[in-house]
């Protein structure tokens, strides 16, 4: 059974860090792109981090850039999401999902339709 399971959300206050991670089960992380995703309220589900198979250097939107750090971990089957400087316009649901991308960009890219795995999400609350 495929599954992703993120933990690590909560609520934090501007300019504040938070850590989130997500273990795999039931596939190698390794060979497959994995993403970090989130959502706002009312809003439509937004790239925030992204890594694909064949690559080492993680894209980051620029929203997030100089201030995500995305790391994968093949040992552990985990991928986290180190964030810092938060901000309130940060807070969402946070999801991580992978899909098999034979090491192009395309699932990074196109992720609606790439990423095949996703986990339950897990909300960041950025507030005073």
């Known amino acids: 059974q495929l599954q992703l399971v993120e933990s690590g959300g909560g609520l934090v206050q501007p300019g504040g860090s938070l850590r989130l991670s997500c273990v795999a089960s039931g596939f190698t992380l390794e060979y497959y792109a994995i993403g970090w995703f989130r959502q706002a309220p009312g809003k439509e589900r937004e790239r925030v981090s992204c890594?694909?198979?064949?690559?080492?250097?993680?894209y980051y939107s620029d929203s997030v850039k100089d201030r995500f750090t995305m790391s994968r971990n093949n040992a552990n089957n985990t991928v986290s999401l180190q964030m810092n400087r938060l901000k309130p316009e940060d807070t969402g649901v946070y999801y991580c999902a992978a899909g098999l991308d034979m090491g192009g960009d395309l699932v990074c890219y196109d992720f609606k339709n790439g990423m095949k795995y996703w986990g339950k999400g897990i909300l960041v609350t950025v507030s005073s």
């Open positions: 890594l694909s198979s064949g690559h080492d250097n993680v």
